[in-house]
């Protein structure tokens, strides 16, 4: 099973479930012949300290193989500081690299509108904690995505229904590699 645990930007806000990036992967899995569940546990104004919380449970309910967790989007619009979110990330993978979870941990960006010096430290931390803690990382979610109006909501902070294919394409080469040959059916 891959528990996929993020905020809005996974939990598909504003679409359809079928048309967010999660239920993309779980099809994909299928197509490609992968016997692998998908389960979205992502909430819409999660932040990491919300998602530290629910962690645990999330992990002893789920049991899965795998964890994508996208989170930080929340703690950034709220201009809560970097350190927290880097305690928090940090605790989340040491929890799910203890139960013996693989993981993949997926970045998001802060607008330059942010400042040069928050923006930067923000982004570093993913980069960081995925080499501390010796897991893959999509450096940046909503690559190729945030900067074209055209793949965003009114909102401007959710892509719409044309840009979670591309989420998905920015989440797949690096959730393919933990994925593995034995989950495949022949």
Do not use: C
Not at 71 to 86: I, K
Not at 103 to 125: A, D, H, K, Q, W
Request: no cysteine.
């Amino acid at each position: 099973m891959i528990l996929v645990y993020g905020d809005s930007l996974s939990a598909g806000y504003g679409l359809r479930v079928e048309q967010g990036w999660v239920n993309l992967l779980s099809r994909r899995l299928e197509q490609l012949g992968y016997e692998f569940h998908v389960v979205n546990a992502s909430v819409s104004g999660e932040t990491s300290a919300g998602g530290l919380a629910r962690l645990p449970r999330a992990l002893a309910t789920h049991r899965p193989r795998l964890v994508v967790l996208e989170l930080g989007a929340n703690d950034g619009l709220r201009a809560l500081p970097p350190a927290e979110m880097r305690a928090n990330l940090d605790r989340m993978l040491t929890l799910a690299k203890d139960a013996g979870r693989k993981v993949l941990l997926v970045g998001i960006r802060m607008p330059p509108n942010y400042g040069p010096r928050y923006t930067t430290e923000f982004e570093r931390i993913y980069r960081e904690l995925a080499a501390r803690h010796r897991v893959p990382l999509v450096p940046f979610l909503l690559q190729a995505v945030a900067d074209k109006n055209e793949l965003m909501q009114a909102d401007g902070l959710h892509p719409n229904e044309r840009g979670q294919p591309i989420l998905l394409d920015n989440v797949w080469p690096g959730l393919q590699p933990l994925l593995g040959r034995a989950a495949r059916r022949p």
